[in-house]
C-alpha cells in the first residue's frame, strides 16, 4: 500500500531532506584527491548527528556505515574503507539517508574529482539531467511509468544504459516504501499519481551495458562491463502544486 503524507509530514520529510542535502553540501566541500572513503563516511556521520538525525544506512541490513561512496565503475552501496583513496579523475557517487522526527530523507549526488573524462562529464550531466526529465512528468493524474519512461528516454537517447536491478522507491516512515520505481519502463502504465505520495527518485546510468553484479563483500554493486557508473537521487513529495524536490538545499 502507497502510504499518503499529510502537508504536516511533508514539512517534516522536507526537514529530514534538508540535512540530507546540508550533509552533501558539506561533503562536497570536504572531498578531494587523497581522502580516504572511510573519512568521508566518518564527516558525514558526525555532520548528520550534529543535525541531531540518525544516519538511515547505518546497519539497515547489516550495511555497515552511514554513507555509500561508489567510485567509477561501481553504481551503488559502496562501503567506505580506508584503504580507499579517492584520486584525480575518479568520479564519486555518494548516497545518504538520514531519520529525523519518525521520518527518512534520501538522496544522492554524483561529481567528478579535478578533471574528468569527457565521457565522465557527460554522464555526470545526462544523469542529473534525466531526473528532472522524469519529475516534470510527476503531476497528480500521470502514472509512475510516465516518470520511468522519461528518465530511460533521456538517457538512452544520450548513449547510455539504465540499470535494471535497482530501482527508486517510496519513502516516508519506512526507508523503503512502496511504490518500487524503475527507471525505465511505458508512459500510462503503474500508480496513478496522488497528492502525499513521497518518492525516492533515483536514476543510475551506465556508459556501457546495463548488466551489473554484486562484489564479494555483499554490497559493493560494479558494472559487469567495468565501465563507468553515475547516480542522482532525490526525495520529491507530490502535490497538488506538482512537484516538490525536499532535498535539495
Ligand atoms: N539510497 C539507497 C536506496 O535508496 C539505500 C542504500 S542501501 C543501504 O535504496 F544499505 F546502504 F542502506
Ligand atoms: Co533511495
Known amino acids: 500500500m502507497i502510504v499518503l503524507k499529510s502537508p504536516r509530514e511533508i514539512e517534516i ?3 529530514a531532506n534538508q540535512i540530507v542535502a546540508e550533509t552533501h553540501a558539506y561533503l562536497a566541500e570536504v572531498i578531494e584527491a587523497g581522502i580516504t572513503t572511510a573519512e568521508i563516511d566518518r564527516l558525514g556521520e558526525e555532520f548528520i548527528r550534529s543535525k541531531g538525525a540518525i544516519p538511515s544506512f547505518k546497519g539497515y541490513r547489516g550495511y555497515p ?15 567506505p574503507s ?3 583513496t579517492i ?4 568520479i564519486v557517487s555518494l548516497d545518504i539517508g538520514v531519520f529525523y522526527d519518525g521520518f527518512h530523507g534520501d538522496a544522492a549526488r554524483s561529481f567528478g574529482v579535478g578533471k574528468v573524462s569527457k565521457e565522465a562529464e557527460k554522464l555526470l550531466k545526462v544523469t542529473e539531467d534525466s531526473f528532472y526529465r522524469g519529475i516534470e512528468r ?3 493524474g500521470n502514472r509512475l511509468g510516465d516518470i520511468s519512461h522519461a528518465i530511460q528516454n533521456h538517457a538512452e537517447k544520450n548513449g547510455f544504459s539504465v540499470v535494471r536491478d535497482y530501482v527508486g522507491h517510496g519513502i516516508g ?3 523503503h516504501e512502496p511504490p518500487q520505481i524503475p527507471n ?3 508512459p500510462g502504465r503503474g500508480p496513478l499519481l496522488k497528492a502525499g505520495m513521497t518518492l525516492a527518485i533515483e536514476p543510475m546510468l551506465n556508459a556501457g551495458s546495463f548488466e551489473v553484479k554484486t562484489l564479494a563483500d555483499g554490497w559493493t554493486v560494479v558494472t559487469k562491463d567495468g565501465r563507468l557508473s553515475a547516480h542522482y537521487e532525490n526525495t520529491i513529495a507530490i502535490t497538488e ?9
Open 138 to 140: 510527476a503531476f497528480i
Open 65 to 79: 556505515a552511514s554513507v555509500c561512496v561508489s567510485i567509477n565503475e561501481e553504481v551503488v552501496h559502496g562501503i
Open 13 to 15: 520529510m522536507r526537514y
Open 173 to 175: 516512515r519506512e526507508m
Open 82 to 84: 580506508k584503504k580507499r
Open 241 to 249: 502544486d506538482g512537484p516538490l524536490i525536499l532535498s535539495e538545499v
Open 87 to 90: 584520486k584525480e579523475g575518479d
Open 184 to 186: 525505465f519502463g511505458l
